[in-house]
């Protein structure tokens, strides 16, 4: 079930932000004024990096979550998918150009502290914004250790209290809406980098092209690997993985008995987006 947007204060993240983490949370979406290029590509990439760029004025990291082969030939559709920065200094040409692209939900990832910090989103006419805070309900110790987005963040997107139901309304609204769908956190690269990883393996695109794509935010955001606050590298995203295949046995499982994903969601996820 899609959760509406719901606004209340995380008492952990408050915590944490009283103790001086507030940039790694609040201010993530500033990239680093480095040049960075692109990952290095593979032989499943449809779209360039110019070609996938929503070319945002306001928002970062905004980018076409299709555009890749998977490994039985089909290609995942572009115009259909959206993953994105926060919102909420997004311009009224920005959001002319998503209503234009036909974006009919929103999905905010972010918790509500970060929303109370940062503002709520803007959104496109038309279009409806949802609430699914992936790490809100995580443990305090958890949280603590998070806020640099290393591997303990990735392998609480699998353990940690209402991730599963988070990501999995995403991936159901994506399955049924029929109009597009745009999924953001606050940089767009952690819980949103997450999110596409995961749509795009269950869509059949391989390891390796999923690493790139998720590794595409460095160069969006002109951030370095080793930047925790900006950037992202291989082996956080290695680190959820990994977290499924303990938890759950393998990725399926974790799609099957985390997820909850029936059968036909996944049919209904390819039908879509596959062509």
Known sequence: MIRPRVLGASLVLASALSFGSLPAVAFADQPAPVAVQPPATTGN??????ARSLNLQG???????G???????HTVRTGLVYRTGEL?????????????RNVKSVHDLRTSMEQQLMGVDKVPAGATEYHNDIIGQAPPQVMMSTLMAGTDLYRAFITAPGANEGFADVLRDIAN??????????AGKDRTGWTSAVLLTILGVDRD???????????YR????TDALNGVNADALNSAFDQANQTYGSFD?????GLKLTAADIAALRAKLLA
């Open 177 to 186: 809406n029929p109009g597009a769908v745009l999924f953001h956190c606050t």
């Open 45 to 50: 990439v449809v779209l360039d990096t110019a």
């Open 88 to 100: 909420t200094k997004a311009t009224d040409s920005d959001l002319a150009d998503l209503a234009v």
């Open 59 to 65: 928002v970062v990291n905004a980018r076409d979550a």
């Open 222 to 225: 002109g951030a370095s690997d």
């Open 67 to 73: 555009g890749y082969k998977t490994v039985d030939g």
């Open 209 to 219: 092209t999923v690493t790139y794509d998720y590794l595409l935010s460095n160069y």
């Open 253 to 257: 499982n974790y799609v099957r008995d």
